[in-house]
């Protein structure tokens, strides 16, 4: 079955950086567009960006520019995404989601990985 | 503050129908770009209820259903069960700020 499976929970101190992967199986890696989406404790979902697996193309939303990177490695069908120089207010669960839409104006995800917990804290 | 406003809360017993408005502008839902809904049960990744304004993916029953007109589309749940408590969410497209994926800010449903 299509699934997406995400790296555990990390923990980091302000100003470091972290990166979470997800490993797309169940279905032809190249062929979906994968998008990252947050979500702080009690909040709402948040869009982050995405990732086309094919040509490594990247939409960062204007919030995380400058700050997220979000990459591909085909060969083990596997998206990454970093933030960089983390603050408190990052402290959220992280979601990676296949994009299931015909473009990027229709876009929609299905299905989305289990979450990775990434706590900011000194 | 979320570019689609959702209600914070809507509340039905078991039996009854219930619905979850999501307003948008004319950037998203108004220009118009489809709208489509995840359902989030506590301690659980977002799961796709709709898409498309009104079509279900497979297996979600048909108790659930989309519409969208103007700049507002909405979420309608019949026949409310206990299992259906849970955030719901809308989604769709938004021009203004360079092209990006919106949500709005969840709507805790409670079965009374």
């Known amino acids: 079955q299509v699934q997406l499976v995400q790296s555990g929970?990390?923990?980091?101190?302000?100003?470091?950086?972290?990166?979470?992967?997800?490993?797309?199986?169940?279905?032809?890696?190249?062929?979906?567009?994968?998008?990252w989406v947050r979500q702080a404790p009690g909040q709402?979902?948040?869009?982050?960006?995405?990732?086309?697996?094919?040509s490594g193309g990247t939409n960062y939303a204007q919030k995380f520019r400058g700050r997220v990177t979000i990459t591909r490695d085909t060969s083990?069908?596997?998206?990454?995404?970093?933030?960089?120089?983390?603050?408190?207010?990052?402290?959220?669960?992280?979601y990676c989601a296949r994009d299931l839409g015909v473009n990027m104006i229709v876009s929609w995800f299905d299905p989305w990985g289990q979450g990775t917990l990434v706590t900011v804290s000194s | 503050q979320s570019v689609l406003t959702q209600p914070p809360s809507v509340s039905g017993a078991p039996g009854q129908r219930?619905?979850?408005?999501?307003?948008g502008?004319?950037?998203?839902?108004?220009?118009?770009?489809?709208?489509?809904?995840?359902?989030?049960?506590?301690?659980?990744?977002?799961?796709?209820?709709?898409?498309?304004?009104?079509?279900?993916?497979?297996g979600v029953p048909d108790r659930f259903s989309g519409s969208r007109s103007g700049t507002s589309a909405s979420l309608a749940i019949t026949g409310l069960q206990a299992a259906d408590e849970a955030d719901y969410y809308c989604q769709s497209y938004d021009t203004s700020l360079s092209?990006?994926?919106?949500?709005?800010?969840?709507?805790?449903?409670?079965?009374l």
């Open chain 1, 9 to 35: 929970a990390e923990v980091r101190k302000p100003g470091a950086s972290v990166k979470v992967s997800c490993k797309a199986s169940g279905y032809t890696f190249t062929n979906f567009y994968i998008h």
């Open chain 1, 44 to 54: 709402a979902l948040e869009w982050m960006g995405w990732i086309n697996p094919t």
């Open chain 1, 76 to 94: 083990i069908s596997t998206a990454y995404m970093e933030l960089s120089s983390l603050r408190p207010d990052d402290t959220a669960m992280y």
């Open chain 2, 18 to 23: 219930v619905t979850i408005s999501c307003t």
């Open chain 2, 25 to 58: 502008s004319d950037s998203n839902i108004g220009a118009p770009y489809h709208v489509h809904w995840y359902q989030q049960l506590p301690g659980t990744a977002p799961k796709l209820l709709i898409y498309g304004d009104n079509k279900r993916p497979s």
């Open chain 2, 99 to 111: 092209g990006s994926s919106v949500f709005g800010g969840g709507t805790k449903l409670t079965v």
